[in-house]
């Protein structure tokens, strides 16, 4: 079956390639001609769960929406298009994913709602949501040993939301999830922290530089919105799709393509290039995100689901931490008094491993826990 995938689809990119543009229409090379004549051979290409007719109906409405497409590589708008398909989200589905030319090349770039769909879809999470607040909304945000989050939108006529006019500028946002077993977990960012991380974006000065308008120009409050679901899906438990799309929007938030070759997204192997930090040996994501020292978050309240988990293609060959950044992960979870700090400390820790150290990290949390519960763990009582 696979030898005859690859068959299939060197064929397909045969009918790309083949067109002699001194014999043919110039109109006939465009993206919707060489959907039409490569249609049979990308309908035997795609997996059985795609359906080719509604993959292609999508290409075709994308590709006309985003004149700025006519200009990118057909074969990267397709692969883009069918790498959105493979994760599970349709472009211009309700901001799903997004199609984004970038030099010559398509990239495709998860909405904040495709994100949600997957964390979802993992499994693991059984609600998640962002909102922006507004400087005359009711506002709350308690942490410590008792986390809370508490938003009330300014009321209006009737018990409803007031206009935005009314509400006031945007001073903030939030996001919740909730684990599949009721445990709650949130991030809150005020706006100016947001902003850094927009200022951050290589996507975003670039656009500044050529005079461009960018999403967060026109469409500020989704990607806020976004900024925070991206921050609180980095701390809870990812499936393959969810963590492979994250990688992809942090490649191109860095200004670097995607490079989705046709093949790669067809048979379900591709892997977004990854960026390690040659001093410490991790991996680097959107270094503004991890780091805005607004970006509070209430870890969960007790250890994440144990269901295994399928293998995250964004970092399948992301080398190991070097010792002395599991030392460091380490030793936070052994300086933790209660429970409560314990799960924030795994939590942050959990991120900056992967494979045996991985391992390593629970067996070391398991340990903690059980000094803690014993009552012969609380090191800095006294503190």
């Excluded at 492979?244 to 942090?250: C, F, H, R, S, W």
Aim: charge should be negative.
């Amino acid at each position: 079956m696979l030898v005859q995938k690859e068959i299939t689809m060197n064929q397909v990119l045969k009918t790309i390639r083949t067109a002699a543009p001194a014999r043919r229409d110039p109109q006939e090379l465009n993206f919707p001609a060489m959907l039409e004549r490569s249609k049979a051979e990308i309908a035997r290409a795609l997996p059985k769960h795609i359906d080719p007719d509604r993959m292609l109906r999508i290409a075709l409405t994308a590709f006309r929406t985003t004149p700025a497409l006519a200009k990118c590589k057909p074969v990267s708008v397709l692969a883009s298009i069918i790498q959105a398909s493979q994760l599970g989200l349709e472009v211009g589905q309700n901001g799903e994913a997004h199609l984004v030319p970038f030099k010559e090349e398509c990239q495709m770039i998860p909405g904040y709602q495709g994100l949600m769909k997957l964390a979802r879809n993992s499994g693991f999470v059984k609600d998640i949501y962002a909102h922006e607040v507004r400087e005359n909304d009711h506002f709350v945000m308690r942490l410590g040993l008792e986390r809370h989050l508490d938003h009330h939108p300014m009321p209006g006529r009737g018990g409803f939301p007031a206009s935005e006019a009314m509400r006031g500028e945007v001073v903030g946002f939030y996001a919740v999830g909730v684990l599949k077993d009721g445990t709650p977990t949130f991030v809150a960012m005020s706006v100016e922290d947001v902003y850094q991380i927009r200022d951050n974006s290589k996507g975003y000065q670039a656009a500044k530089r050529y005079g461009k308008a960018s999403t967060w120009d026109t469409d500020f409050i989704p990607m806020g919105k976004k900024t925070v679901i991206r921050a609180l899906c980095k701390m809870m438990p990812k499936s393959a799709e969810l963590s492979a799309a994250m990688a992809l929007n942090d490649v191109a938030d860095r200004g670097q393509s995607q490079n989705i070759s046709l093949k790669e997204a067809a048979d379900g192997s591709y892997e977004a290039p990854t960026v390690v930090d040659e001093e410490t040996g991790e991996i680097i994501g959107n270094e503004a995100e991890q780091s805005a020292p607004g970006a509070y978050a209430q870890p969960q309240q007790a250890q994440p689901p144990k269901e295994p988990q399928p293998p995250v293609q964004a970092q399948k060959n992301a080398p190991k931490p070097r010792e002395d950044v599991l030392t460091k992960v380490i030793g936070s979870m052994t300086a933790a008094c209660t429970e409560d700090d314990l799960n924030e400390a795994y939590i942050r820790a959990e991120t900056q491993v992967s494979g045996v150290d991985r391992e390593i990290l629970d067996k070391e949390y398991e340990k903690r826990l059980e000094e803690i519960r014993k009552g012969d763990g609380q090191v800095g009582s006294l503190l």
